[in-house]
């Protein structure tokens, strides 16, 4: 059985997405950040960032979001959750979960983490309003992208959308524009969220609509 650490609406909810979606047996974990369990010696010996999600594969802890998809997709390739190895959209699957991580992802390190970035707390509301700037032109891109398409890559829903999805809620509370008031980023998010495995995720998190 698989055990998914991780809390509420963090990077663990795309992999909860996945592991409803496979139906594989699986415990998810509440690390209770607030309280900073993610920097005791038991959390740290899974993962030694004291990040959150970690899964446990048998004895085996992988963590960060995107190689815990890909682990997923690939243990149970009969879920569809990536496009097949060897096709050019496998390669941009691989394309858009990689620009997800490395460039949006770190958009939202800086806006939600601005101390992190800087030696002088004054700076911190600058740092994270060009962060959620950046953030908003990374979307457009995305937008772009999905013109035409229900899903990001293939012609069905997978790990690259889950991931998109909880990116997508991330920004919700923007101050300017939200990423689902973009058309087509807006139609990808209702289209996935209404996917009976990502409700499941969602309500066994906890999570209040609106959900993105």
Known sequence: MYRLYGNAGMANLAPHMALETIGAPYKMVLVD????????????????????????????????????????????PDAGLMPPVGTVERALAYQWLIHLTNSVQVAYLAYYYPERQ?????????????????????????????????????????????????????????????????????AHAARTAALPAVIRAFEQEGLAQPWY
């Open 33 to 76: 950040t607030g309280a900073k369990e993610h920097y005791g010696a038991a959390y740290l010996r899974l993962n030694p960032t004291g990040r959150v999600p970690v899964l446990v594969d048998g004895e085996q802890p992988i963590f960060e979001t995107a190689a815990i998809l890909l682990h997923l997709a690939d243990r149970h």
């Open 118 to 186: 800087i030696a002088d707390p004054a700076l911190a509301d600058s740092v994270k309003q060009a962060a959620e700037v950046r953030a908003g032109e990374l979307f457009d891109l995305l937008d772009t992208a999905l013109a035409g398409r229900d899903w990001l890559t293939g012609d069905r829903p997978g790990i690259v959308d889950f991931m998109l999805l909880m990116l997508t809620r991330w920004g919700r509370n923007f101050a300017g524009r939200p990423p689902r008031l973009l058309p087509n980023i807006g």
